[in-house]
């Protein structure tokens, strides 16, 4: 907290106490009675189920030659009352919901560390399954109180099938993707980034990849209207080595739909298009959607999804057909550094 916000602190405190000296008799008789009126309810409750406890100790000859008032009064003495655990429960699930939001948010303050994997079958001349294991760790950088840079790395190790005789199968590292955002550092119902995406020579096999430098830009926007997330992502890259060259966009619409306990269903298909391929074999398009949940292993967030997609629109000629379908399996570590 800086000077300027602790003296309006100190003013809002100064002001709130002289508030309450004003209405202290009638604030306080309020507050007893709604006071009372919960530790009424609560202890009735809390009696109710330890003397269903001694009724079935008794039942079981535990009791031995304790008495039942005895027993209640030691219960209640270290019981928790119902409408504390119930204040407990309602703001763990607030807690994992605002995680949620923000997980589903591309652009929010929070480094995340994401495993996505997407076989894809019915791929190539042989209709064999082509597998693509994304490596995504988003990391917010704290420009200043008004704006962030998110950087969104992506590293995908890549398993592609036969693709004619002696070509493939093969697998190893593809083209490494660098997103960049530059992203208001607080939102409301809107959410929004811009900035670069660097595309980088890195594949270790002819069919993982095209080796060529490239750049290109990227945009995403969304919005929040409870309960449902809507936005999109994309960009196009373009690179060129020796010959070798890339002319790709890739747009990601996403749809979630949330609700209680961290669970959600979504839509987030990946669109591609290869501006450099024949009309025949320039775009993929998918339909298909999932769920998912984000729950607490201990104090780690963790959001896992999985979902189907077909390919209604595919390449149709050459070696690079399909695929017609394709999973994807997300599995996603959460590590705030705002508060949410």
Not at 139 to 164: M, S
């Given at each position: ?77 270290a ?60 990391i ?49 119902k ?6 670069p995406?660097?595309y ?28 449902w ?46 501006w450099?391929?024949p ?5 993929i ?11 607490k ?11 189907a ?15 017609v ?16």
């Amino acid at each position: 907290m800086n000077r300027r916000e602790l003296l309006a602190a100190i003013g809002k405190a100064a002001f709130a106490s002289d508030a309450l000296s004003s209405w202290r008799g009638a604030g306080a008789f309020a507050a007893a009675a709604l006071f009372a009126a919960s530790l009424g309810a609560a202890s009735a409750a809390t009696r109710a189920v330890c003397e269903q406890q001694y009724a079935a100790k008794k039942a079981a000859g535990q009791t031995g030659a304790q008495s039942k008032a005895a027993y209640v009064k030691a219960c209640l003495a270290a019981a928790i009352p119902p409408v504390a655990t119930a204040q407990a429960e309602d703001k763990s699930d607030l807690s994992v919901n605002k995680l949620r939001e923000a997980a589903e948010n591309p652009v929010a303050d929070l480094v995340s560390v994401t495993f996505q994997d997407n076989p894809s079958f019915n791929y190539g001349p042989y209709n064999g399954t082509q597998n693509v294991l994304n490596f995504q760790p988003v990391i917010p950088f704290h420009l200043n109180d008004e704006w962030n840079l998110i950087a969104r790395p992506v590293v995908p190790l890549v398993t592609q099938p036969g693709l004619a005789p002696g070509v493939g199968p093969e697998t190893g590292l593809g083209n490494i993707e660098q997103q960049l955002f530059l992203s208001p550092a607080h939102i409301d119902k809107l959410f929004w980034g811009v900035g670069p995406v660097f595309y980088f020579p890195t594949a270790t096999g002819k069919t993982l990849g095209v080796n060529a430098w490239g750049a290109g830009p990227d945009v995403v926007v969304g919005t929040f209207l409870e309960p449902w997330v809507l936005g999109v992502l994309a960009n196009n890259v373009w690179a060129w080595r020796n010959g070798q060259q890339v002319n790709q966009m890739t747009v990601q619409y996403f749809i979630n739909y949330n609700m209680a306990d961290g669970w959600y269903l979504c839509s987030q298909p990946i669109i591609a298009a290869d501006w450099l391929a024949p009309p025949h074999d320039k775009w993929i398009v998918p339909f298909g959607g999932g769920f998912g949940r984000l729950f607490k292993a201990g104090k780690l967030p963790i959001n896992f999804q999985i979902q189907a997609f077909y390919n209604a629109v595919r390449p149709t000629v050459g070696p690079l057909t399909g695929p017609v379908w394709s999973l994807r399996f997300e599995l996603k570590f959460l590590f705030p550094v705002a508060k949410l």
